[in-house]
């Protein structure tokens, strides 16, 4: 096993603050990074926000604010939500750090300009102002942006373009030799359709006078840099491209993003990269959006959910289980909170909490303490095939089938609770006891990559012999 694993969720747009979508991915990315480091691989976890762009400027502008200060405060908000999650990111990139972004983003200019990638032509086309992107034909849906719904504009200006056609059919290969691996297969389908109709060569930049918010084309103050290019670029800038042209943690193992760049990070990002002759990225997981009551959250609907509100409320081991357990991990999913209720009850407080409750207070009524083995034969065969089962299911991004698994060995434990009766006296009752207590220990230790909080805490109680609710009811 490699011991080097880079991790990257894609870098949160700062037009507005954060939402639920954006903490369903960095969650499973985290619960990745954890994984892999408690299976002792050296991994570096990035996380960040793409602050550059017309829209910031104009949220910017709504808010009453200059585009850095809104940067800043917006930023730090979801810097702010990695911390109240949980999340174990090595670093936070910001793609307006003037010291180590803008520089690699210009050096990658630079490269793609010298390999022979870059030109300067006349151009007119659509311009969609929600993806912040020139658009084609194929890309309209009744005449409207199929992300964004909107009518494009029709653009006539003078820009860089990037040779993106000249690695059409090398991107079709890669990825449809899974030497670019795009899961779920869905999505791979989507791609490999969309780049089979051939890439064109993308513009790369806007006239300054249109992106003042921006990075500076090198040796061209008239134009900035396009503002995807900048942001995809922070996967390299925060591993120190700027001052190496081979970054230890490079290739990234797993980009994490939402359905809606897919086309950036599989076919303009791999494109990019072979322009550079770097290494590719090995893995991209895409994750689906997330509704509320059906609907699509939305400012105009009043239903965005504040993650901060849902982590004040419940913590943030209960908004990380319902994340990972309810929304498939590479569909949508749904949101109210009764839905939200409902799991939190039956399986936090109800199923693992109560548990807990029920094994720490009967050893500290009968004395037991921890045991190193069991004396049940059952019960290191169930926990090696749930570990063996979680294992698989996590290289596999199934969180919610490994959750599945974890919690049939809690309603295990509950069975044999219910069979063996151990707050009666009797021969086997420390043994029992015992044993549910190193049952539940080695639960902990399953849960440790979902639930970093909770599982030091179970570990902790079993310690200290007290039995605080480790999930209050609501």
Request: proline content about 5%.
């Amino acid at each position: 096993m490699n011991r080097k694993f880079y991790i990257t969720t894609s870098i949160a747009y700062t037009n507005a603050p954060p939402h639920l979508g954006f903490a369903l991915e960095l969650v499973q990315a985290d619960t990745v990074a954890r994984y892999r480091r408690i299976s002792g691989q050296d991994v570096f976890f990035l996380t960040g926000t793409d602050e550059h762009g017309a829209k910031v400027v104009k949220a910017a502008a709504l808010a009453g604010k200059g585009p850095e200060e809104f940067c800043d405060e917006i930023s730090g908000e979801f810097r702010q939500l990695a911390r109240a999650l949980g999340a174990s990111n090595g670093d936070f990139i910001r793609t307006t750090d003037q010291k180590k972004h803008w520089p690699a983003v210009q050096k990658v200019w630079r490269k793609l300009k010298e390999n022979g990638d870059l030109y300067k032509k006349n151009y007119e086309g659509l311009y969609c102002s929600g993806c912040e992107a020139f658009i084609t034909e194929k890309d309209l849906e009744e005449g409207k942006c199929k992300i964004h719904q909107r009518e494009p504009e029709r653009i006539n200006e003078e820009n860089y373009f990037f040779r993106l056609s000249k690695y059409s059919k090398k991107i079709e290969t890669l990825i449809e030799k899974a030497k670019i691996r795009v899961v779920p297969e869905s999505r791979k389908n989507e791609i490999l359709n969309f780049v089979k109709q051939g890439l064109d060569d993308i513009s790369f930049s806007r006239p300054r006078q249109d992106l003042k918010w921006g990075i500076p084309v090198p040796d061209d103050e008239s134009q900035a840099i396009y503002v995807w290019a900048d942001a995809l670029t922070n996967y390299l800038s925060a591993i120190g491209y700027a001052d190496s042209d081979s970054p230890k943690y490079w290739p990234a193992d797993i980009h994490f993003i939402g359905k809606d760049i897919l086309k950036f990070h599989a076919a303009i990002w791999p494109g990019m990269l072979l322009s550079l002759e770097m290494p590719l990225p090995k893995t991209i997981f895409v994750h689906g959006f997330i509704t509320v009551g059906g609907q699509k959250m939305s400012k105009s609907l009043g239903n965005v959910i504040d993650p901060f509100e849902l982590v004040n409320k419940y913590g943030a081991d209960a908004v990380r289980y319902f994340l990972l357990r309810e929304i498939p991990p590479s569909e949508d999913g749904d949101f109210t909170t009764e839905k939200f209720e409902k799991r939190y009850n039956s399986d936090l407080a109800g199923g693992l909490g109560n548990l807990v409750a029920r094994v720490t207070t009967l050893a500290k009524n009968f004395n037991v303490p921890p045991i190193g083995k069991f004396s049940n034969s059952k019960f290191p065969k169930l926990i090696k095939e749930a570990e063996k089962d979680r294992d698989s299911l996590l290289m596999e991004f199934r969180f919610n089938e490994a959750l599945v698994k974890i919690w049939e060995l809690i309603s295990e434990c509950d069975r044999y609770i219910n069979e063996q009766k151990p707050w009666q006296e009797s021969k086997k009752q420390k043994e029992v006891i015992g044993d549910l207590l190193l049952a539940i220990s080695r639960i902990a230790k399953l849960l440790e990559p979902f639930f970093p909080e909770t599982s030091g805490k179970i570990i902790k109680q079993f310690g200290a012999g007290k039995s605080n609710p480790l999930f209050p009811r609501v």
